[in-house]
Nanobody, 118 residues
Framework: QVQLVESGGGLVQAGGSLRLSCSAS????????MGWFRQAPGNEREFVAR???????VYADSVKGRFDISRDNAKNTVYLQMNSLKPEDTAVYYC????????????WGKGTLVPVSS
């Protein structure tokens, strides 16, 4: 069992920056694929970014070049650095992850709200 807890959300103005944290407990996530997802008002949950155990990253086109996902295995924590925020980035952001063999996103946090004002 792995528990994930997001933190760092809050109101930010367009053009600003924010760093989200995802703290894992219960098990190490060292070998896990970890990711960030978001759900905007009235929309379905969408993929934002993911990172493998080796540090390989993939980003959604909408955030590429602005967001940076990283991990600190010693702290069992994953981060999402968000820069040049836009109003359309407004959403509840969720941390998720899963281990081998399929690396499916089996574990999810409850989310943290990021409203971006124009």
């Amino acid at each position: 069992q792995v528990q994930l807890v997001e933190s760092g959300g809050g109101l930010v103005q367009a053009g600003g920056s924010l760093r989200l944290s995802c703290s894992a407990s219960g098990r190490t996530i060292m070998s896990y694929r970890m990711g960030w997802f978001r759900q905007a008002p009235g929309n379905e949950r969408e993929f934002v970014a993911r990172i493998t155990w080796s540090g390989f990253t993939v980003y959604a086109d909408s955030v590429k070049g602005r967001f940076d996902i990283s991990r600190d295995n010693a702290k069992n924590t994953v981060y999402l650095q968000m820069n040049s925020l836009k109003p359309e980035d407004t959403a509840v952001y969720y941390c998720a992850g899963g281990g081998p063999p399929n690396y499916s996103m089996d574990y999810w946090g409850k989310g943290t709200l990021v409203p971006v004002s124009s």
